[in-house]
């Protein structure tokens, strides 16, 4: 069974910094493309960052560019997400979840159970 586990979240003071980590199991973590996704109540889903398992293969959200940094450890099965610059607008619940295939952009099929970052002015 796919298991997908984060971790990291907590409070954070503007312009602060953060390292969500994902712990991936029950699947062949290294074939599949791997990514962030947050979402806060009263708000639309947004992708944050998705890294294919080429991993060569990086999006990141304009929103995030430059602040944020996707990794994953293929031999660990982990995920990570590093947030620099973080402001009050990033507060949300973060989603680890891995893409139906290798490459970023297709669909997120199996997710995590989120992690909350809270951000104070």
């Known amino acids: 069974e796919v298991h997908l586990v984060e971790s990291g979240g907590g409070l954070v003071q503007s312009g602060g910094s953060l390292r969500l980590s994902c712990a991936a199991s029950g699947f062949r973590f290294r074939d599949y493309a791997i990514g962030w996704v947050r979402q806060a109540p009263g708000k639309e889903r947004e992708d944050v960052s998705c890294?294919?398992?080429?991993?060569?293969?990086?999006w990141y959200a304009d929103s995030v560019m430059d602040r944020f940094t996707i990794s994953r450890d293929n031999v660990k099965n982990m995920v990570y997400l590093q947030m620099t610059g973080l402001r009050p607008e990033d507060a949300d619940v973060y989603y680890c979840?891995?893409?139906?295939?290798?490459?970023?952009?297709?669909?997120?099929?199996?997710w995590g159970k989120g992690a909350q970052i809270t951000v104070s002015s």
């Open positions: 890294l294919g398992n080429d991993i060569h293969s990086t």
């Open positions: 979840a891995s893409q139906a295939g290798p490459y970023c952009g297709i669909v997120y099929d199996y």
